[in-house]
């Protein structure tokens, strides 16, 4: 099956710098790639996406880059404030093809933490 | 507002116990999974559900087992809770088609003593 890799596990930044995390993931055949962010105490919330014929997309302070080649994607999060701290998870799905049923695999988590 | 809900935030249960999650959402869904989340370990999929009475194993089934005998609930059973499934559970839930994201609800807090 598929696997996301993670990284960092926790960082810290000051308030508006940049922010980056990376994952990487193991099969090809993934074509979709979320990017969820959790606030304590809820549960996690979609930021953001982008899917496997798209190398980059933005959302106002948040960006997605996708290389497929290399199989990684990033989240940037530019300009950052207090609220963007959180934990975030990447995610890798294969859609909704024959036995998969649009499963997607979890990287294990950033938590980032914006220091005013 | 579209939503999935899960019926409590915080549960105490004791070993041994059977224990029951429930969850519901308003999107007609037809996917639904139950995750757990453990620090460090990230989200991993205990089991989900593509359609009503139809269930599939995730990652890690061991010890649990599920219901969805209609459309908007899925429910999440621990048929002899122990101490090592306590955690964080989260619901989600999805269209079948491809590329697109789940809805979670909030999430129940289980302690097993």
């Known amino acids: 099956g598929e696997n996301v890799e993670q990284h960092p596990s926790t960082l810290s930044v000051q308030e508006g710098d940049s922010a980056v995390i990376k994952c990487t993931y193991s099969d090809s055949a993934s074509n979709y790639f979320p990017w969820y962010k959790q606030e304590l105490g809820k549960g996690p919330q979609l930021i953001i996406d982008i899917r496997s014929n798209v190398g980059e997309k933005k959302d106002q302070r948040i960006a997605v880059t996708l290389n497929k080649t290399a199989k990684h994607f990033s989240l940037h999060i530019t300009e950052t404030q207090p609220e963007d701290s959180a934990v975030y998870f990447c995610?890798?799905?294969?859609?909704?093809?024959?036995?998969?049923?649009?499963?997607?695999?979890f990287g294990s988590g950033t938590k980032l933490n914006v220091k005013p | 507002d579209v939503k999935v809900t899960q019926s409590s935030r915080y549960l105490v249960k004791r070993t041994g116990e059977k224990v029951f999650l429930e969850c519901v959402q308003d999107?007609?869904?037809?996917?639904m999974f139950w995750y757990r989340q453990d620090p460090g370990l990230g989200l991993r999929l205990i089991y989900f559900s593509y359609d009503v009475k139809m269930k599939e194993k995730g990652d890690i089934p061991e010890g649990y087992s599920v219901s969805r005998e209609k459309k908007e609930r899925f429910s999440l059973i621990l048929e002899s809770a122990s101490t090592n499934q306590t955690s964080m559970y989260l619901c989600?839930?999805?269209?079948?088609?491809?590329?697109?994201?789940?809805?979670f609800g909030s999430g129940t807090r289980l302690t097993v003593v």
């Open positions: 989600a839930s999805s269209t079948r088609g491809s590329g697109y994201g789940y809805t």
């Open positions: 995610a890798a799905s294969m859609g909704a093809v024959v036995d998969n049923f649009n499963k997607f695999y």
């Open positions: 999107m007609d869904h037809e996917n």
